[in-house]
């Protein structure tokens, strides 16, 4: 079965360096999106991507962050300067259609295992 | 606006007892999506189901099944006969369609003791 695949696994970083997270979604995807979740906390949405540009974002994706699909297959998040307060586990995720009732009836949302940053 | 409310932090339970995790939603949308996701220890978030606002009908799939009320806003998720293995954190999930994204609950820590 096709999976979203993320890279690396996990990441260290100090902080004020840039980061670079790399997802490939499922190949006939056409929606994508990043979430994070601090540790022990709930997952939260950080903005979809389609037809090369943000769809929605929410109050955390802040301009310290951005996100781009420098070619067919790869689907990055930036974040330029990274804070303590970045630290978490962030996951990318694909989907084939909108979720509208002309969907899938299956999962919509693929997630990928996720890549652990930690800011120190 | 959107809100998921898992009023269950943590649930223990022992094997092979059935357990309810509870889900209340808030939304304004009249159309909208309600998903339930397992996150086990090892971090990775697995699917488990989507259910379209519009499509009352509880479903059951193996061990587990799941009970949606629109009219309490609830949507419900039952493991009968709990395994060790079911032991995760259990998000419920709320996304009124198109490009939003999904807003999660806090999630469930369900701990199934042998």
């Known amino acids: 079965e096709p999976e979203v695949t993320q890279t690396p696994s996990h990441q260290v970083t100090q902080m004020g360096q840039e980061v670079i997270l790399r997802c490939v979604p499922i190949s006939n995807h056409l929606y994508f999106y990043w979430y994070r979740q601090i540790l022990g906390q709930k997952v939260e949405f950080l903005v979809s991507?389609?037809?090369?540009?943000?769809?929605?974002k929410s109050e955390i994706f802040d301009d310290q962050f951005s996100v781009e699909r420098p070619d067919g297959s790869n689907f990055t998040l930036k974040i330029r300067s990274t804070k303590l307060e970045d630290s978490a586990m962030y996951f990318c995720?694909?989907?084939?259609?909108?979720?509208?009732?002309?969907?899938?009836?299956?999962?919509?949302?693929?997630f990928g295992n996720g890549t652990r940053l930690t800011v120190t | 606006a959107q809100k998921v409310t898992q009023a269950q932090t943590e649930i223990s339970v022992v094997e092979k007892e059935d357990v309810t995790l509870d889900c209340v939603y808030e939304?304004?949308?009249?159309?909208?999506?309600l998903f339930w996701y397992k996150q086990p220890p090892s971090g990775e978030l697995v699917f488990l189901i989507r259910r379209n606002s519009f499509d009352e009908q509880n479903e059951i799939s193996g061990r587990y099944s799941w009970n949606f009320q629109k009219s309490t806003s609830s949507f419900n998720f039952t493991i009968t006969a709990s395994q060790v293995v079911d032991s995760a954190v259990y998000f419920c999930?709320?996304?009124?369609?198109?490009?939003?994204?999904?807003?999660f609950g806090k999630g469930t820590h369900l701990i199934i003791q042998p």
């Open positions: 939304t304004r949308d009249t159309t909208y999506y």
């Open positions: 995720a694909s989907s084939r259609n909108r979720q509208d009732q002309y969907s899938s009836y299956n999962s919509p949302l693929h």
């Open positions: 991507f389609y037809n090369n540009e943000i769809s929605e």
């Open positions: 999930a709320h996304s009124g369609g198109g490009a939003d994204g999904l807003t």
